[in-house]
């Protein structure tokens, strides 16, 4: 079947998808205060408005793991901010079928359906120089406006959707957030190495585990674009492992300067306390003083 347009939003970046050991089971501030002022003599005065420390973060170039978050469009010439979710472009379906790198349509057997949603491996060659899976998830409305790529798929038209994971070294830093004996695995979504054969596809779509699986989402969450959002939400954390990889990078490279900032700022508070005992211990001296004139 010739592909057919729809809408959606344009693809993004992608990341090269490494190992990982999944089955596709669900798996400073300002130092605020005012010294209070006095009516006679004290000693010299000390510039009480304190500069906030602020590090402003300078842009950086992405670290090596992020290096390959590009999307199959890249090559075409969108940007990852044109691109952001990785949907498959008409247009570039349209060139990697010309290649041969991607089958041209799925034809629905006689008086039945596809037996599962679309799973493709691109190879390396025709995208960034790695390989890149494309899987399908069921189209709706909104890819509807001949942008992006549909064909027939399991139970319905399909649009294709870069797949991303977790690279090993964000599965690791993940660690960072959870207390020790701790099975990461248990707390993300890691695809699973071979697709499912049909018989495995019929068997737990069947299975009371699934279905059980399922009601608990539903309990939450909507059905509406479910695969969609559960692909997207892989990619969202990936995104955020990164910028995460960079800011830990990024305050071991100036952690000097932090640190002299932070005692900076201590040295600052040890002054504006020695400022107001002073300031105290003449104010007391000069109420004493005329205290005593009072009484003369």
């Known amino acids: 079947m010739a592909p057919t347009g729809t809408s959606g939003p344009p693809a993004s970046s992608a990341q090269t998808p490494s190992a990982s050991p999944g089955d596709g089971s669900p798996s400073g501030g300002d130092v605020a205060g005012e010294s209070p002022s006095v009516s006679s003599p004290t ?34 010439g969108r940007s990852s901010a044109q691109t952001p979710s990785r949907l498959l472009l008409l247009d570039r379906a349209l060139a990697l079928q010309g290649e041969s790198a991607l089958p041209s349509g799925r034809d629905i057997p006689h008086d039945r359906q596809l037996p599962a949603p679309a799973r493709y491996e691109v190879p390396p060659e025709h995208t960034s120089g790695r390989p890149v899976r494309l899987v399908g998830f069921p189209a709706t409305e909104s890819h509807n406006d001949g942008k992006t790529f ?96 960079r800011m830990r990078e990024q305050v071991d490279d100036s952690s000097s300067a932090v640190h002299d900032a932070v005692d900076a700022r201590d040295e600052l508070l040890v002054v504006k306390q020695d400022y107001q005992f002073q300031t105290d211990y003449w104010s007391r001296k000069v109420a004493e003083v005329l205290a005593e004139k009072d009484e003369v």
Do not use: C, W
């Open 150 to 245: 549909t064909q027939n798929g399991y139970g319905g038209l399909e649009a294709l959707m870069q797949m991303n994971e977790l690279t090993i070294g964000s599965l690791a830093q993940l660690y960072d957030f959870f207390d020790e004996n701790v099975d990461i695995h248990d707390y993300v979504l890691t695809p699973r190495k071979k697709p499912l054969s049909e018989d495995d596809m019929e068997h737990q779509l069947g299975h009371v585990g699934l279905k059980r699986e399922i009601a608990s989402i539903l309990t939450e969450f909507g059905p509406e674009n479910l695969a969609q959002r559960v692909f997207g939400t892989v990619d969202v954390l990936q995104k955020v492992m990164a910028r995460y990889r």
């Open 43 to 76: 000693p010299p005065p000390v510039d009480d408005e304190e500069e906030e420390v602020e590090e402003e973060l300078p842009e950086e170039e992405e670290a090596p793991d992020d290096a390959a978050d590009e999307s199959m469009d890249a090559p075409s």
